[in-house]
């Protein structure tokens, strides 16, 4: 999975709107806070209110401000929205599924369904308002996931 520029840009847009919550920002503020062009940022709210995360505002002082409480915002599920499975390839996903001619005896499926498995073990327990409080930290202790060696090389 890799994130582009759009969902970069719209979390970059949910964060500065979550750090002036209920504040109506201007799309020209927003451009000059995240450095994303108007013209980009325009589509990326259009689209980040049409999926119920932010509201808008006409007029002179009109702009865009957060519709959800940032509590409620789950980025997880705002990328997936925003950038479709986060599975690194097809025969891993879940909502994307696809199969592939060696996937019986492949030996690189366990790898791709793990990384699947960890992206979206931090990003579905992770809020717009752990973001804006700094809550991400590493996983510790039964959190951690870990490759499990049956044999091979050890780290004694």
Same mark, same amino acid.
């Given at each position: 999975?890799?994130?582009? &520029?759009?969902?970069?840009?719209?979390? @970059?847009?949910?964060?500065?709107?979550?750090?002036?919550?209920?504040?109506?920002?201007?799309?020209?503020?927003? &451009?000059?806070?995240?450095?994303? &062009? %108007?013209?980009? #940022?325009?589509? #990326?709210?259009?689209?980040?209110?049409?999926?119920?995360?932010?509201?808008? !505002? @006409?007029?002179? !002082?009109?702009?865009?401000? $957060?519709?959800?409480?940032?509590?409620?915002?789950?980025?997880?599920? %705002?990328? @997936?929205?925003?950038?479709?499975?986060?599975?690194?390839?097809? /025969?891993?996903?879940? =909502? !994307?599924?696809?199969? /592939?001619?060696?996937?019986?005896?492949?030996?690189?499926?366990? $790898?791709? =369904? $793990?990384?699947?498995?960890?992206?979206?073990?931090?990003?579905?327990? =992770? =809020?717009? +308002?752990?973001?804006?409080?700094?809550?991400?930290?590493? #996983? !510790?202790?039964?959190?951690?996931?870990?490759?499990?060696?049956?044999?091979?090389?050890?780290? +004694?």
């Amino acid at each position: 999975m890799k994130v582009s &520029s759009k969902g970069e840009y719209a979390l @970059r847009a949910l964060l500065l709107l979550g750090n002036h919550e209920g504040k109506v920002m201007g799309i020209q503020e927003i &451009s000059e806070k995240t450095l994303v &062009s %108007v013209h980009y #940022l325009e589509q #990326l709210l259009l689209q980040l209110k049409k999926l119920g995360y932010v509201t808008s !505002k @006409r007029g002179a !002082k009109g702009g865009y401000m $957060l519709h959800m409480n940032a509590e409620d915002i789950n980025i997880g599920e %705002v990328i @997936r929205k925003l950038e479709g499975p986060l599975s690194p390839m097809s /025969c891993a996903s879940i =909502t !994307k599924y696809e199969p /592939c001619a060696l996937e019986a005896g492949c030996q690189l499926k366990p $790898l791709w =369904t $793990l990384i699947r498995e960890t992206i979206a073990f931090v990003l579905e327990r =992770t =809020t717009l +308002d752990d973001l804006l409080k700094n809550r991400i930290s590493t #996983l !510790k202790g039964d959190d951690l996931i870990v490759v499990e060696r049956t044999s091979g090389p050890t780290s +004694d």
